[in-house]
């Protein structure tokens, strides 16, 4: 419930496939996606090109919850 209703989009993404397995309303509002939109991608769908690298090294820790700051598209391309 806590990730659903919080304020701030959030998404679980799993690390190999980089998939969606959930996002929370704020995410979709966001975004602009639908959720079945946004569980259709993966986490380099949204990314900025120039930022890929950096995702997938972020990613890379596994089993731990991590922050970072990073550019994101939204379904409009802003």
């Given at each position: 419930m806590l990730f659903e209703r919080?304020?701030?989009?959030?998404w679980v993404v799993?690390?190999?496939?980089?998939?969606?397995?959930a996002v929370n309303d704020a995410e979709l509002r966001l975004y602009e996606y639908s959720?079945?939109?946004f569980l259709?991608?993966?986490a380099l769908d949204i990314r900025h090109p120039?930022?890929?690298a950096a995702?997938?090294?972020f990613l890379g820790h596994e089993g731990d919850v991590h922050y970072g700051v990073f550019?994101?598209?939204?379904?409009?391309?802003e």
């Amino acid at each position: 419930m806590l990730f659903e209703r919080s304020p701030l989009p959030m998404w679980v993404v799993d690390t190999g496939s980089l998939r969606f397995l959930a996002v929370n309303d704020a995410e979709l509002r966001l975004y602009e996606y639908s959720r079945e939109e946004f569980l259709g991608k993966n986490a380099l769908d949204i990314r900025h090109p120039e930022g890929d690298a950096a995702l997938r090294e972020f990613l890379g820790h596994e089993g731990d919850v991590h922050y970072g700051v990073f550019r994101h598209l939204k379904k409009t391309g802003e």
